[in-house]
C-alpha cells in the first residue's frame, strides 16, 4: 500500500518536470524557428501586425541577396579558418596549463591561479587597445593571424580544465607513469588527454562557437576588405536607410549552420566520454 502511494505522489511531479523541461525546449527552439520564419518571408511580412508565423517562399530568393551583397563564402571560409585553428591552439595550450596548474606544485601557483580568476571577471574590451598596440608592432594589424594569439590563453579554458583534470585524473596514476619513467608531457599526451576528452569536447565547442562569433575584435583590428571575417560581413547588411531583415535573418541563418554541426560532432563526445565515465564509475 505504502508502495503505491508512494509511486502516485512521484506521478505529478513527474509530470510537472516534464511540463517544464518541454516548455523550456519551446522557449530555447523558438529564437530559431522565429529566425527561419523571418528569412523565408519578406520584410513587408515581418512588419506586418500580427506578423507572418509560418513559413515562406521567398529563402531562395533572400540567399541571392546576401550573396550579392557580401562576399559570404569568402568570409565564411576566413571564419572557419581562424575558428578551427583558435580551437585547436585553445584546446593544447590551455589544457597543458590546466594540468600545471591542477597536478604540479611549483613557486606562485596559488597567486596566478588567483589572478586567472580574477581576469575571467574583466569585461573583454578593456584589452582592445593593448592587443591593437601589440599586433601593430608585430605588423599583423589587417590580417587573418592577428585574431589567434588574443584567444589562446582562455581563463575560463584554463580554469574549467583544472577543475576537471584535479577530480577526474587520480594522482596515484601519475605517480606510477612517474615511476616508469614519463615525464611532463608523457603523462600529458599519453595519460591526462585521453581521461578529460569530455572536459575538452566541451571547450572546443565553447572556443570554436567564440571565435565564430567575435565581432569587437575582428571589426578594430581587420582593415582588409578581403579579409573580413562572417559577422563583420553580416553586419555590412544592415546599409542605407531601411534595412532588409528577411536578408539579414538569411545570412544569420547560413552563418548558424555551421554552429550547429560543430555542436553536433563535439556534443556527441562529450555525452559519450561523460556516460563512459558513469559506467565506469559505477
Known sequence: MTAAVTRRSRRPRGMTAHIVLVLAVLISVFPFVWTIVMATNTTQDIYKSPPKLTFGSQLLENVRHV????????????????ATVTTVLVLFVDSLAAFAFAKFDFPGRKVLFAMLVGF???????????????????????????????????????????????NGVPDELLDAARIDGAG???????????????????????????????YIWPLVVL????????????AQLHVGHTTDYSMVMAGVLMA???????????????????????VQGS
Open 67 to 82: 550573396l550579392d551583397t557580401i562576399d559570404f563564402f569568402g568570409s565564411m571560409l576566413n571564419t572557419l579558418v581562424v
Open 120 to 166: 575571467m571577471m574583466l569585461p573583454l574590451q578593456l584589452a582592445v587597445l593593448p592587443q591593437f598596440i601589440l599586433m601593430s608592432d608585430l605588423g599583423w594589424v589587417g590580417t587573418l593571424k592577428a585574431l589567434i594569439p588574443p584567444a589562446l590563453a582562455n581563463a575560463f579554458g584554463i580554469f574549467w580544465l583544472r577543475q576537471y583534470i584535479e
Open 184 to 214: 611532463f608531457f608523457r603523462q600529458y599526451w599519453n595519460i591526462v588527454l585521453p581521461m578529460i576528452k569530455p572536459a575538452l569536447s566541451f571547450l572546443a565547442i565553447y572556443a570554436f562557437v567564440g571565435a565564430w562569433n567575435d
Open 223 to 234: 582593415t582588409d576588405p578581403g579579409h573580413l571575417t562572417l559577422q563583420v560581413a553580416l
Open 256 to 278: 548558424s549552420v555551421p554552429l550547429v554541426v560543430v555542436f553536433t560532432i563535439f556534443a556527441r563526445g562529450f555525452i559519450a566520454g561523460a556516460t563512459e565515465g558513469a
